[in-house]
């Protein structure tokens, strides 16, 4: 029985690292996809990842949109490590965006106008730092778009209310594969259905000229 436990021990480290290559190589993937086009990656944190992959791919001139984690301070987290709240890191997107199609402002205004940037730590149905609103930026022009959106919105709608965090990104650790493009593969989850569906189709009533073409039929 004493060689139980190292042996689960190197089984559990073979797999963590077979995750985390897999998890690199589809960053990998996805960059070389685009590397001969003119696209652009914008980060966000509005919640849960599955809704914020479904809404920003609904977005015209919106190329893909993969999900994973950033904001925090360890390396290579997992879906169940940040899960305890203890990694620093939010459930977050990066979007490949075409700029001659769509904006960084227009993304930025996607971002604020698809959640609640006033709720601390959450998003109606998920609260914990992981599910909190962050808007990365690369470069300073970035920050400066984020910053004077932030400004018009507490002046006209949100009176000083928007908690939402300003963060340099710092890295992007792409999530595990079962939870790209959850929403679209797997439409009867009661989560899904409840929860990420009705927060894309409240999204298109209120920027319908935003949308791709297909998006509109559905």
């Known amino acids: 029985m004493k060689f139980i436990k190292p042996f689960y021990t190197v089984i559990f480290t073979f797999l963590f690292f077979l995750l985390m290559s897999f998890s690199n190589s589809s960053e990998q993937q996805t960059i070389h996809k685009f590397q001969n086009q003119e696209v652009k990656i914008a980060y ?58 769509v904006s960084f402002k227009t993304l930025v205004k996607v971002f604020f106008g698809s959640h609640d940037p006033t709720t601390k730590n959450g998003q109606y ?5 992981q599910y909190r609103s962050i808007a990365f930026y690369t470069n300073a022009s970035e920050k400066e778009i984020i910053e004077k959106h932030i400004k018009e919105l507490n002046n006209s709608y949100y009176n000083g209310k928007i908690v939402t965090e300003v963060t340099k990104l710092q890295h992007f650790y792409p999530a595990e594969a079962y939870h790209q493009n959850y929403e679209k593969l797997n439409p009867n989850n009661p989560y899904v259905k409840n929860v990420s569906i009705p927060r894309l189709n409240r999204f298109k009533k209120k920027f319908p000229e935003l949308l791709k073409k297909e998006a509109m039929l559905h």
């Open 44 to 101: 966000f944190a509005s919640g849960c990842f599955w809704c914020v992959e479904a809404i920003f791919e609904s977005v015209d001139g919106v190329e893909e949109v993969v999900s994973g984690y950033a904001g925090g301070f360890t390396k290579n987290p997992t879906y169940q490590s940040i899960g305890t709240g203890k990694t620093g890191h939010a459930e977050s997107v990066a979007v490949y965006y075409d700029p001659k199609k």
């Open 125 to 129: 149905p998920d609260f914990g730092t």
